[in-house]
């Protein structure tokens, strides 16, 4: 019994001494901070996914080309039944006595010469173009709750910032087929087709996109030390972020660049393939819209405070968090609602995030 006493008496001893401890008012239960925080996103550009309208197979008329449109489309190192390529025999052939029945008064071949081509290579492919974020600075806010002196739960926000997204690489359709002209363009015989048509130069534009941020986060956050003891406490922490893009913006060459390419999707389908190739507007009123997927990604801090009095404090930190998100594009016709293009991306923004900030406990 006595050996049980000398056990339980300090074991309640000390447990009481702890609760009057953590009611006595020693520590603060909450606290608040406001400052300067930078954002500076470690990812790199990943593929671009795409695909469009114009199905694997697609016949379509060719309709009236230019003449350069027309020889840029043949695939350059495609042999000639007749000895050369195929290319070479096609210029002959317009450049030559035929050419002043073939062509037009503005040099374009004329409809009924240019047959039918079957089209490969746009229904779906994947680029190594992507995009980045850029650094950001805004206005950093904390609040916490303290468990006990050491414990603590913290809401981590700020004002959104506005990021820029960079473009990365080039959008090129590879596109590819077999045409086969007719009436008296039918000497010049099958031509394969092959021709990488440039849908838009990411990297040409500056910032090819901004969207608005929003990313709180809710740490769990260990603290060294002992109030009213330590000055300086180090803490570590760990949680979750929740990441929330909106007013997402294309730039205005960007942006142009997707509607030209609606226009030569919708040129396939309408049996134009010859003004597709000639970069014409067609019957469609492409509509570009943007899409970023929210996310939920792990977050870790390492940051400490130093106490100017027991309720104002200085707090630095830097975090980091394993976010990333998808950015999807839509070009659709606004006259049909139909849906020309979609391109999808993953975006690795993986931030470190640095803080600095004057607090106040309560």
């Known amino acids: 019994m006595k050996k049980l006493l000398k056990t339980v008496v300090p074991t309640v001893f000390l447990l009481s001494t702890h609760l009057a401890y953590a009611d006595s008012g020693e520590f603060k239960r909450w606290s608040v901070s406001a400052g300067w925080l930078h954002v500076m996103p470690q990812g790199k550009a990943n593929t671009f996914n795409i695909n469009t309208a114009a199905k694997e197979g697609t016949v379509s008329s060719v309709g009236s080309i230019s003449k350069d449109g027309f020889l840029d489309s043949i695939d350059p190192d495609a042999p000639h039944r007749l000895g050369g390529t195929q290319k070479d025999k096609a210029s002959t052939i317009l450049n030559g006595a035929l ?14 010469y240019t047959g039918k081509a079957t089209i490969n290579g746009l229904e779906q492919w994947n680029d190594n173009a992507g995009l980045e974020a850029d650094d950001v600075d805004t206005l950093g806010l904390t609040l916490n709750y303290y468990v006990n002196d050491n414990v ?21 359709a590879p596109f590819s087929g077999t045409a086969t002209p007719s009436g008296l363009a039918s000497a010049i015989g ?9 849908i838009t130069d990411l990297g040409a534009h500056g910032k090819a996109a901004s969207a608005r941020a929003w990313t709180p986060a809710l740490e769990a956050q260990y603290q060294f030390g002992k109030s009213g003891v330590n000055k300086f406490r180090p ?11 909106n007013d ?3 730039s205005s060459g960007v942006e142009s660049d997707l509607i030209a390419a ?5 040129n396939i389908l309408d049996n134009k393939a010859g003004a597709a190739i000639d970069r014409k507007e067609s019957s469609a009123n ?22 100017i009095t027991p309720s104002i404090y200085t707090v630095a930190s830097v975090s980091y968090a394993k976010l990333n998100n998808k950015a999807k594009i839509y070009v659709n016709d606004a006259n049909t609602g139909a849906q020309l293009i979609s391109a999808s991306t993953k975006i690795d923004i993986d931030p470190i995030m640095t803080y600095v900030g004057v607090g106040y406990r309560f």
Not at 99 to 112: E, F, M, P, T
Not at 190 to 198: M, N, R, T, V, Y
Not at 235 to 245: E, K
């Open 152 to 172: 603590s739960l913290q809401l981590i926000g700020g004002i959104p910032p506005k990021v820029d997204i960079n473009g990365k690489g080039k959008v090129v």
């Open 262 to 266: 609606g226009h030569m999707v919708q």
């Open 99 to 112: 050419g002043s029945v073939l062509l037009d008064a503005n040099g374009n071949v004329k409809s009924n």
């Open 286 to 307: 492409p509509h570009v819209k943007v899409k970023a997927t929210s996310t939920i990604a792990p977050i870790v801090s390492l940051g400490f405070t130093y106490d």
């Open 235 to 245: 803490y570590i922490g760990a949680g979750l972020m929740y990441a929330y893009f």
């Open 248 to 250: 997402i913006k294309l």
């Open 190 to 198: 099958q031509l394969d087709l092959l021709k990488d048509i440039p």
